[in-house]
């Protein structure tokens, strides 16, 4: 059992090893990452819907659940999970890590969906409100890049930085587009908790243990000062059609 007074990063890492054994860095790095998934503003999916459904007055159990739910979706919390599919993929079909070249090459066949799953999308670049940088993914890389020392993965952490850097080139000559790309938290989070042996179904959860905490802040804030069920008003910009009888419809 964790000892009693070990932090929630050691207490599950000593939960999910058969030995209870774990380094000083591999406990640091499972708190950053658990505080940097935390919160960051109310308007993301899972948030809204622990204040959507807590504007209707349900209980903190459904609430919470609520929330849960949509964590799990692979374009929120599910992400990462994504991303180490994307990277399996890339290490097989790159042959030279380190070559710009072939890194840019296999990234301009993801975009136009002849490589990965066909999406069209390079998992873990991009988000809905950063654009310039993700602070949260900038931290998990600079820590990450000590614990890939210490697991001598340093190959593949160099991938990961290079196909960061790529990317908003790829992206541009690809798209025609000068939209800003960044990096977000899941394109290093699940390479984080694969050099901490963490089981890929538990990568979710873990994001659930740290996104609870805002979540209920964010429910109690509805409960207080909310006081109004959110109902968001839709407009159809469908263009009218004329009514005709049932017996002359095709």
């Known amino acids: 059992m964790p000892e009693q007074d070990s932090s929630i990063a050691e207490s599950l890492l000593s939960l999910i090893r058969p030995d209870q054994r774990f380094t000083q860095l591999e406990a640091e790095i499972l708190d950053l990452a658990l505080i940097l998934h935390a919160e960051h503003g109310g308007g993301n999916n899972s948030t809204f819907a622990v204040h959507l459904v807590s504007s209707a007055d349900t209980d903190t159990f459904s609430a919470i659940s609520a929330g849960i739910v949509s964590l799990k979706g692979y374009k929120h919390g599910g992400a990462n999970i994504k991303v180490m599919q994307m990277m399996d993929d890339i290490k097989k079909n790159v042959e030279h890590w380190d070559s710009e070249a072939e890194v840019a ?8 969906k002849k490589a990965n799953d066909g999406s069209g999308l390079i998992y873990g670049q991009g988000h809905a409100v950063y654009t310039i940088s993700d602070p949260r993914a900038r931290l998990l890389r600079d820590k990450a890049a000590s614990l890939a020392e210490e697991k001598k993965l340093m190959d593949e952490f160099n991938l990961y930085c290079l196909i960061e850097r790529l990317t908003p080139e790829v992206f541009s000559k690809i798209k025609g587009s000068d939209k800003k790309i960044c ?6 989070s699940g390479f984080v908790y694969g050099m901490l042996a963490i089981p890929p179904d538990l990568y979710t959860t873990l994001f ?6 805002g979540w209920c802040a964010h429910r109690l804030e509805e409960i207080i000062a909310g006081g109004r069920i959110i109902r968001p008003a839709y407009k159809c910009v469908q263009k009218r059609h004329g009514y005709t009888p049932l017996a002359e419809r095709k």
């Open 105 to 112: 090459d296999y990234l301009e066949k993801i975009l136009l």
């Open 183 to 188: 990096t977000n938290v899941d394109f290093y």
């Open 208 to 213: 659930a243990i740290s996104r609870v905490a």
